[in-house]
């Protein structure tokens, strides 16, 4: 599969730092090819819907976040939207701007980030406070430790007070001019603030920025600035000391946290992110074949050609269920040992936004016309 095809499949935009220039992924390629028919199958899962809930339509590369039993979610148009497990809304706050990342949150402050480059952070549906960042940002803060982490389009990470707006620290680091306009790696781990720069995951100190190490996830296999490109792209899976990450078209990787070093790498074309059982490593690739990694040595268990070209979320593995979203608006249900369709439904013909998440008894499925289902797998 060549450069422009995999790009085409992403349906991704790349951002210019240099030149504050977008790119559509999509233009001047071929027409995407056609989705692969759902194939008939014996159903071994009752599925049914707990709740559903209306909000405004939600469009990468914002992202949802589970925390103390509430999920929360931002729009497209900046409506923050706590929900309860039962489906009831907690509280909502209307910011009136229009976002660029996902929302961020640890139960008790919510941080999102808009498109006139304002952090804002809320606690119960109320503004604390919010302060202006010098570029762009496409990925989630992480709120943690009292503390309200960033990274930005120009590859700086910024070190927030939580509960009073002041910068704490900051560190930059170079790379090529072009990253993806979709969410990076930043995430935690024990007391390490991990971070996706370029194609290397970083693990940072919390309080003051310095590296303590670093792993390449991908490598550079081209010439131009788009081939070059290996960005991380968010939705990791961590099991014990284990974090494995994506490098945008280029591999999977699987990293000892506590060492800093790299446990196995695999080439991989997909955009989207990973999730894993304590035995099996899961991820969909940007054509739609959907794979399966042995955790501990990264071979191949197994792989499945039918959802290929539906265009997958990143999947999600939680209380013994895989589940997988595509742009039809289905939810699947696949066995974990073999990847064959335990179970499916239409949430909502307008195609699912971002990957399923696991919120009480339910999995919650977000579309991109804002409509929120959850459903019950027994």
């Not at 199958?41 to 039993?69: D, E, I, M, R």
């Not at 709120?143 to 990274?151: D, E, H, P, Q």
Request: glycine share 8%; charged share 15%; proline share 3%.
């Amino acid at each position: 599969m060549n450069l422009s095809n995999r790009l085409s499949r992403a349906l991704l935009a790349l951002f210019s730092v240099s030149a504050v220039l977008f790119m559509t992924a999509c233009s001047s390629t071929p027409d995407k090819p056609t989705p692969t028919a759902l194939a008939d199958f014996k159903s071994q899962l009752n599925v049914t819907q707990a709740w559903s809930l209306q909000l405004s339509p939600v469009a990468s590369p914002l992202s949802h976040h589970v925390a103390n039993g509430q999920l929360a979610v931002v729009s497209s148009n900046g409506l923050i939207s706590a929900v309860q497990e039962s489906g009831a809304l907690a509280w909502q706050l209307a910011l009136n701007s229009p976002v660029s990342a996902g929302i961020g949150s640890d139960g008790q402050r919510y941080a999102v980030i808009t498109q006139a480059n304002d952090l804002v952070t809320v606690s119960q549906g109320k503004e604390i406070w919010r302060v202006k960042l010098p570029s762009l940002s496409f990925t989630a803060p992480l709120v943690a430790g009292g503390r309200v982490f960033v990274l930005t389009a120009d590859r700086t990470v910024f070190a927030f007070d939580g509960a009073s707006g002041q910068k704490l620290w900051t560190q930059q680091r170079s790379g090529d001019p072009l990253v993806l306009k979709q969410s990076g790696i930043l995430t935690s781990f024990q007391d390490n603030l991990m971070v996706g720069l370029a194609g290397r995951l970083v693990a940072m100190s919390p309080s003051n920025g310095v590296s303590k190490w670093e792993v390449a996830i991908g490598s550079s296999r081209g010439t131009n600035e788009v081939e070059r490109l290996v960005d991380l792209v968010a939705g990791v899976s961590r099991i014990n000391n284990v974090i494995c990450a994506r490098a945008f078209q280029t591999a999977v990787t699987c990293v000892d946290a506590l060492k800093g070093v790299n446990v196995w790498t695999r080439a991989a074309q997909g955009h989207v992110g990973l999730s894993s059982s304590d035995s099996t490593l899961f991820g969909s690739e940007s054509d739609g074949k959907f794979m399966a990694w042995q955790r501990t040595s990264g071979q191949v268990a197994w792989q499945t050609d039918a959802l290929r070209f539906r265009g997958l979320t990143a999947p999600s593995w939680a209380d013994g269920q895989l589940v997988v979203g595509d742009e039809m608006g289905w939810l699947h249900w696949l066995d974990a040992s073999n990847g064959q369709t335990l179970a499916r439904v239409q949430a909502d013909p307008s195609g699912i936004a971002m990957a399923p998440v696991r919120l009480g008894k339910t999995w919650v499925t977000v579309s991109k016309n804002g409509l929120l289902k959850a459903y019950r797998a027994e």
